[in-house]
């Protein structure tokens, strides 16, 4: 099971980012992301499409319809500059986690 | 506070065995429900899943190295224990081990940077 995402994402402090995550039917599966800093490991932001993990800021949200997963950041601030990864659990085959290719958000 | 912290050779030799140990602490391998995954990186490059153990013995491995990874479990002493055989320079990167939520990882150790070089 394939993830695809766009390799980078720009957006000017306090507008909004919105990273896609595209797979066949990923409507029928449940979505996670993650966020990855520069030399740090990931941290959970997003899981079952649309929850947040306790800490995590209500400007991190997210949505799953059809073909694309979708993480939308609000009011961008410049500690958001990261690498971001979708992740879906592949139960037809790898029977384990499959991760996206990865998002470059960059911070204007 | 659950921590995770992976530890072992930070510099292999192509064609030895790795063995990366994870140590946990805040909640126990042997508890019902638990899983522990291991994920590496390559430098500059996505995630990528490798292996995972449940706190049954199920243990998961990626497809395309399962013929060269095993993992286990030592209850006392709370850890989970990854092995991969035939390491070669393009294994290099860093190594997380992971504790599994219900499809997703919910928390990630610091994670170790493995060389493999001669």
């Known amino acids: 099971y394939v993830l695809t995402q766009p390799p980078s994402v720009s957006v000017a402090p306090g507008q909004t980012a919105r990273i896609t995550c595209g797979g066949n039917?990923?409507?029928?599966?449940?979505v996670h992301w993650y966020q990855q800093r520069p030399g740090q490991a990931p941290i959970l932001v997003v899981y079952e499409d649309d929850d947040r993990p306790s800490g995590i800021p209500e400007r991190f949200s997210g949505s799953n319809l059809g073909n694309t997963a979708t993480l939308t950041i609000s009011r961008v601030e410049a500690g958001d500059e990261a690498d971001f990864y979708c992740q879906v659990w592949d139960t037809d085959t790898v029977h384990g986690p499959v991760f996206g290719t990865g998002t470059r958000v960059s911070v204007l | 506070q659950i921590t995770l912290k992976e530890s072992g050779p930070t510099l292999v030799k192509p064609t030895q065995t790795l063995t990366l140990s994870c140590t946990l602490s805040?909640?126990?391998?042997?508890?019902?429900?638990?899983?522990v995954g291991w994920i590496r990186q390559a430098p500059g490059k996505a995630l990528e899943w490798l292996a995972l153990?449940?706190?049954?013995?199920?243990?998961r491995y990626s497809p395309s190295l399962h013929n060269r990874l095993t993992v286990t479990k030592s209850t006392s002493r709370n850890q989970v224990v990854l092995t991969m055989t035939h390491m070669e320079p393009v294994d290099t990167g860093t190594y997380y081990c992971?504790?599994?939520?219900?499809?997703?990882?919910?928390?990630w150790g610091q994670g170790i940077l493995v060389t493999v070089s001669s």
């Open positions: 805040g909640f126990s391998i042997s508890s019902g429900g638990e899983g």
């Open positions: 153990i449940y706190w049954d013995d199920t243990v």
């Open positions: 039917d990923i409507g029928n599966k449940r």
């Open positions: 992971g504790r599994l939520g219900n499809s997703w990882v919910a928390d």
